[in-house]
């Protein structure tokens, strides 16, 4: 993909705002900006960006309700969480409003940059530091730890590239298959997981020790 991602930044600190638009105008257009989250709505539904690059602890409406509507009713637009905070309950909440990438502000910059561009490339991207409550979001499901793979060898490999934070597309060049193809492949392994996205599809292998 080699056009620029069209970035919209919701940040109600203004510094911190600023230095998402330096880092971010490097590689991508941002094509607006808002301090509350009303007002990044308003931006989103407007400029309908390839990435919202939202904080969770907005004014007006906060980051994980932002993300739902995103999700509900601008499908095409991906949602990086880039905040200050690690604690289980909001990563957990920005899994479940459908987030794609989740970076801590303290990240290098690269990460960020790097977290965007999964993201518009249908990826998923969880920073390090925090993947310790997505694991401990599925703990609870001992009984099929250890149990046979129900993936084919092709599904597997798919899915390790999902885990990496390949997107489709990049999927199906490495593989020389067709994107509607791989996007079967995925349909399948979601069902197979009875996970609701690809996010949740890897962490539930890597779990279970099917990606081991």
Known sequence: MNARARVVIVEDHALTRAGLL???????????????????????TRERPDVAVLDIGLPGMDGIEL????????????????????????????????????VLKT????????????????????DPRIAHVVLARFTSDESSKGAA????????EILRLIADGIGNAEIAER??????????HIRDILEKLSASDRT?????????????
């Open 22 to 44: 330096t880092t971010l105008s490097a590689t991508c257009d941002v094509v607006g900006e808002a301090a509350d989250g009303i007002a990044g709505w308003d931006a989103i």
């Open 107 to 126: 990240a290098d910059p690269q990460r960020v940059i790097a977290a965007v561009e999964i993201a518009r490339e249908g990826g998923a991207y969880f």
């Open 149 to 156: 793979s129900p993936l084919s060898p092709r599904e597997t």
């Open 200 to 212: 949740q599809a890897a962490v539930i292998a890597f779990h279970r020790g099917y990606l081991n």
């Open 175 to 184: 593989l020389h298959m067709g994107l509607g193809t791989v996007k079967g």
């Open 67 to 102: 993300t739902r509507r995103i999700r509900a009713e601008l499908p095409a637009t991906h949602v990086v969480i880039v905040t200050m905070t690690d604690h289980e309950r909001e990563v957990l909440a920005a899994l479940a409003a459908g987030a794609d990438a989740y």
